[in-house]
Each structure stands twice: as structure tokens, then as C-alpha cells.
């Protein structure tokens, strides 16, 4: 069995801002800390039905973030409503809670109005709606974000806790794609996949092998995905077989199958990312490659953590 890794996570289980947050890092400038992001550009903005002026979403994890909703001079009879929604995707918005500002009109025009995100999604946007004529407004994410010189040092070490933790718990974390690489068709009638949580969707993809170093695809109708059980497993349905051709003599089956809790942050659970905090904390004030001070407590605190979700290798 030889595993590959085709597709890397696309994010870490921690932000930057997460971890700086834990060592208590920060540059101390008020320009370094902050960004700001447009979600609706400043303009001249015409009448849209309700709700139907979507604004850019924002990345806020691990963040400090605050909505400013900005307002000109509104035309005679117009009126603006802005509200905050959320999402763990970017994609999937609903409304959050208490994220409604006050209704603009000429009466209480040519102000700001500003609302702190205190949810717990990775996103945010906002979503106006313009009605009686058209009105001049920009809505802005305020964004803390702490900076410091070892920014690099700190965004490797988020890798290679990652990856450490992984490996301790024989698991994926972050949605990502791999290969398993098999010299000959499994004796029963299931393969076991390792690295869970295994994903359902995409379904597993399996191509083979012959003698000749022809390849061709397993149909998917064949098998059912066992996305339940930990490691997850590929069972032949009813009446199916694994193929008959002679393959050749090695690597010669091929799984490809995504795996992971999920493809946000927010997945993860909380004691894998507490676990992770640890060990970069430990990394970032310990980094020699020797030192006299023990590391057991660390160790021992890392794995207690680790330990009830550790899968035992195939």
C-alpha cells in the first residue's frame, strides 16, 4: 500500500491571526493592525429591490471585525436598509442575528453607522436595498489583524503542526485528495481507505492496471462508499466483482478519494486546533534543534488531546 498526496488542503485549521491571538504577538502599529476591505464600493447606488445589492464577502476568522455604513447625501424620497450576513463558505449567506443599521433616509442621511461582528463564521458580507431614488453610500469591514516581523516563521509552524497532529491521529483535517496505490485487488470484498473522515462526494475514483500497462476505470456503479465507518471503506455492491484481468505485478490499483472533516476551518474539532496551539507555542519559543529544557509536559499534553480520536494505521 503507498499513499500520494494529489491535492494539499487549501487552508489551515488556524488563522494566523488565531494563533498570534494565543502567543499575544502584536506589532504595536495602529497601520500594521488594520485593514479595511470594501464590501460595497463608495457611489452613487440606484434603486435595487430588496436586499438585491450584494456586497463582497470577508474573510474574518480569528479577526476582530467591524462594519462601517457609511452614507451620503440620499435623493429626495430615498432610502437605504443594510444588514450583516454570514457564511462558513463564502458562498452560503444568512442573515446574523442583530445585524440590522437603522434605516437611512434624507432625515438621518450623511452619516456612519458602525455594528462589530461578534459571530462565528469565516465570512461576512453585507446586503442593501435602495428604494425610492438613488442614494450615495459605502459599507466597509474594519479588520484587526495583527502583524508581526516573524509573520513566515509563525504561518510554517500552523503547517507543521498540522501536519504533526495528522500524522499522530493517522486523519486529514482540512479537505484534501488522495492516492492509494494497491498492488492487487483486495481478498474480500471491501478496501479500507485510511486518513478519515473519508468524503462521499466527490465519489472515490478507482482505475486499474492490466498486464500490458493499459488503465482503465472501475465503474462506480459497482461499489458503495462507506463514508460512516472509521477508516472509511469501498464495498462491492450486490453482484459485482473486482475485474479479472491479470494486472500488472505492482501498484497496480488505484484509489483516488478525498478526505478530511471538511473544507472550513470551523470543521475541525476544537480539541485538535487546542492541541495544535499548543505545539506551535512550544515550537515558537523552543526553536533549537536541541535544547536541556524537557519536553515531556509538552508531548504528554499535545497527544492527551490528540489521543481519543487517534485512528490505529492500517
Not at 516563521?153 to 494497491?182: D, G, H, K, M, P
Amino acid at each position: 500500500m503507498v499513499l500520494k498526496l494529489k491535492t494539499s488542503p487549501t487552508i489551515e485549521p488556524l488563522t494566523l491571526s488565531e494563533v498570534k491571538l494565543h502567543l499575544r504577538l502584536d506589532s504595536g502599529l495602529l497601520a500594521d493592525n488594520l485593514a479595511t476591505i470594501q464590501s460595497i464600493p463608495p457611489g452613487a447606488h440606484a434603486i435595487a429591490a430588496a436586499y438585491s445589492l450584494v456586497g463582497t464577502g470577508v474573510d474574518v476568522l480569528g479577526y476582530r471585525a467591524l462594519v462601517n455604513f457609511n452614507s451620503g447625501t440620499n435623493g429626495d424620497g430615498g432610502m437605504v436598509n443594510v444588514k450583516i450576513q454570514e457564511s462558513d463558505d463564502n458562498s452560503s449567506y444568512a442573515d446574523w442575528t442583530g445585524g440590522g443599521f437603522t434605516q437611512v433616509t434624507t432625515a438621518n442621511d450623511n452619516a456612519v453607522q458602525e455594528k462589530e461582528y461578534t459571530g462565528t463564521k469565516q465570512y461576512i458580507r453585507v446586503v442593501a436595498t435602495v428604494a425610492g431614488n438613488t442614494c450615495n453610500f459605502s459599507v466597509d469591514v474594519l479588520r484587526e489583524q495583527p502583524y508581526s516581523a516573524e509573520d513566515s516563521l509563525l504561518t510554517n509552524l500552523i503547517s507543521a503542526a498540522r501536519e504533526y497532529c495528522e500524522a499522530f491521529q493517522n486523519r486529514a483535517y482540512i479537505e484534501q485528495v488522495w492516492y492509494l496505490w494497491l498492488d492487487s485487488w483486495p481478498d474480500g470484498d471491501s478496501i479500507r481507505i485510511p486518513l478519515p473522515p473519508l468524503l462521499a462526494t466527490p465519489v472515490p475514483i478507482i482505475t486499474y492496471y492490466d498486464e500490458a500497462d493499459a488503465v482503465y476505470t472501475f465503474a462506480a456503479t459497482n461499489y458503495f462508499v462507506d463514508s460512516i465507518s472509521e477508516p472509511g471503506r469501498i464495498v462491492l455492491n450486490y453482484d459485482a466483482s473486482w475485474p479479472s484481468e491479470t494486472l500488472r505485478p505492482m501498484n497496480s490499483v488505484c484509489v483516488e478519494f478525498a478526505c478530511g472533516y471538511g473544507a472550513v476551518s470551523s470543521a475541525v474539532p476544537a480539541k485538535i486546533k487546542q492541541a495544535m496551539l499548543l505545539l506551535i507555542a512550544h515550537w515558537y519559543e523552543n526553536r533549537e534543534a536541541a535544547s536541556d529544557r524537557p519536553s515531556r509536559s509538552i508531548d504528554l499534553a499535545v497527544r492527551s488531546l490528540l489521543w481519543l480520536d487517534r485512528v490505529v494505521p492500517l
